[in-house]
């Protein structure tokens, strides 16, 4: 059957267009490997922009872990003091003037706000009233230290009791976490999820390498598997009940 020229033409021109929108055999095969390569090159961005972000973090966490394995060097490490507080002028009012019933409602607001502005303490951690005592005691727990301000009915005074520790033991609270409020709280949370997160890149980086892949998975087994035997067989465990 002779076909006319421009139902040739018609026929040419469908096939090219068809052959546009299927995708060839070596573009299917450079797509995947296309995504792959934008997957390494973020997993590379991630690895050195959140290792340079953290490394004074990490630095902080490798010194003060060497310290809390060692506690005998920190002993000693602190220094305690007592000192008299001024008082502001409603509370010395207030102090002379209800003498028979300051206790009933003791302006323990004003109290706490004089102390976070003067010595920047906050949160209490406790408050302790002692009406046979004529005290009332602020407790405040801090990284390597604690103060305490106690509130002397009968001498209408304030004294301060608080114990500082050396900038090493302040790190290492910091380390643990230990009395350093909310917002460290969630500096530690947040710098080790960082953390596992540029250590899996740094995986996905070398899975991409043939070079070193072999030898670089055979030292993740050895650090997977080594700390796991020192602990069966050195350190000391429980045996012998559920």
């Given amino acids: 059957m002779k076909l006319s020229a421009p139902y040739y033409c ?3 021109y469908s096939r090219l267009q068809a052959d546009k929108k299927r995708p060839s055999a070596a573009r299917a095969k450079a797509r995947p490997r296309s995504n792959l390569r934008y997957w390494f090159s973020l997993a590379r961005v991630v690895h050195v922009y959140l290792s340079m972000a953290l490394l004074i973090l990490l630095a902080l966490f490798c010194i003060t872990g060497i310290a809390l394995n060692h506690n005998d060097w920190l002993k000693q490490q602190h220094s305690d003091h007592v000192v008299e507080m001024t008082l502001p002028e409603n509370i010395h009012t207030l102090l002379e003037e209800s003498s028979q019933t300051f206790f009933a409602d003791p302006p323990l607001d004003a109290l706490r706000q004089h102390l976070k502005n003067t010595y920047n303490l906050h949160p209490v951690n406790d408050i302790a009233l002692d009406e046979d005592a004529g005290e009332i005691i602020f407790d405040y727990k801090l990284p390597a230290g604690y103060a305490s301000a106690i509130l002397l009915f009968d001498e ?6 608080y114990r500082k520790g050396s ?3 302040i790190m290492n609270d910091l380390h643990k976490g230990r009395h350093t409020g ?3 709280s969630w500096v530690i949370d947040i710098s ?3 953390m596992l997160l540029f250590s899996v890149a740094g995986l996905f980086i070398l899975l991409q390498n043939k ?3 072999r030898t670089g998975l055979i030292c993740g087994f050895i650090g997977l598997i080594t700390p796991i035997l020192l602990y069966w067989i050195w350190v000391p465990r429980l045996t012998g009940v559920e």
């Fill in 156 to 161: 209408q005074r304030m004294e301060l009791e």
């Fill in 211 to 213: 070079k070193y892949r």
């Fill in 192 to 194: 080790a999820a960082a």
């Fill in 10 to 12: 018609f026929l040419v």
């Fill in 167 to 169: 900038w090493l033991t």
């Fill in 182 to 184: 909310i917002v460290w």
